[in-house]
C-alpha cells in the first residue's frame, strides 16, 4: 500500500487500512457565514496525511450556502464522519466552547477555524508530537500568514521564551488555529468549557493555553509552519508580526479591555478544578492584584514574576498595571472584543 495520502476523493467510509492504526483526531470547527473560504478549508482536511480524522462543525446560523458546503462535504466523506449542528450564535469563542462541550470523550481534539488552509502533515505533526509526551499536553505551531488569496506574506512569530503558565496569565501566544489537545488536555478543557463560557472569556485559545499550563500540563510549540493563514476583512483576531499590529495590540493594554478580558480569564481559571496547588496560589495573588490602585498592582504584579515573550510587551504590561488600567471597569463587568 502507497505512504501517500488518498486522494481527497476518496469517502471517509473507504479510508486507507492504515488509517485504522492511528488515532483518531475529532475536528472542531466553528463556522459562521464562512461560504467564501469554508471549500478549500475542508479540502485540506480532506487532503491530510493522518487519514483517521472526523470533523464536528458548529455553525452559527449562517445565511450564505455556508452549510449547503458542509452537507455536500459530508454527502463526499460520510455523515458518520461529518457531522454539522447548530451553534450559539453569539460569537466565535463561545461556539468553540460549545464544540468542546460536544465533543466525545477520550479522543484527541483539533481547533479549526474556517478560513485557513492546512498543510497536509498538520495533523501528522500534531499527532507525533503528542506522542512523545505523557500527561495532559497542548501542541500548537507557527503559521505562514498569507494574503486573501493565499499568497506568502510572512510566517508567524517565533516564541523564544518558555511556555508556562506565568506567560500565558497575560498572554495569548498558543495559535488556536493550530491547537490539538491531546485525551487527557481535552478532559480538562471539556471540564471547564462551563465556567469559561459563564465568565465570558474572549478568547477560547488564550483560555485553553491558561487552563492546561495552569493545571501542570504540558505545552509544545511547534517551530514548523503548518497552515495557511488567511487575512482578508473579517479575519477574527489577524497577524501579530507587523510593527503595527505589534503597536496595536500593546495599545490595547491601555485601553480598558484588556483588563476586562483579564478578569473574564481569571474568573473562569478560579472556578476550574484541574489548576496545580502552586498555579491556584499564583492566580489568587493574580486576581487580588488586579483590584489593587495602579501603583500597588504594579508592585504585586512584577513581585509574582509575570512575562511576555518580549522585553517590550512585559514593559508595556507593567505600564498598563501602573496606569491603573488593569483594574476591573464597574460600570461594565463583561469583557467585550
Known sequence: MTSQPTSARQGANTAP???LSEPEVVILLASYQGARFLPAQ???????SHRNWSLIISDDGSTDGSRDIVDRFANRYGKQRVTLV????VGATANFLHLLQIAPEGKILAFSDQDDVWMPQKLARAVTALHQTTGPTHYAARTLICDEDLRPL????HFRRPFGFRNALIQA??????????????????????????????SHDWWAYQLLSGSGGHVLRDHQPVLHYRQHGRSEIGR???????????????????????HANTKALAAAETLTDENRRTLAEFGKALELP????AARLRRLGLYRHTRAGSAAFHAAAL???????????????
Open 240 to 262: 501579530n508580526d507587523t510593527a503595527l499590529a505589534l503597536i496595536k495590540r500593546l495599545g490595547m493594554l491601555f485601553t480598558g479591555d484588556f483588563g476586562q478580558w483579564l
Open 173 to 202: 501566544c498558543m495559535a488556536g488555529n493550530t491547537s490539538v489537545f491531546n485525551a487527557g488536555a481535552a478532559r480538562i478543557l471539556k471540564a471547564g468549557a462551563m465556567h469559561a463560557r459563564d465568565a465570558g472569556v474572549v
Open 86 to 89: 447548530d451553534g450559539p450564535c
Open 323 to 337: 496606569a491603573g488600567r488593569l483594574r476591573q471597569r464597574r460600570s461594565d463587568s463583561s469583557p467585550s472584543r
Open 42 to 48: 475542508l479540502d485540506s482536511i480532506a487532503a491530510q
Open 294 to 297: 495602579g501603583p500597588l498592582a
Open 154 to 157: 510572512a510566517q508567524s512569530r
Open 17 to 19: 487500512l492504515a488509517a
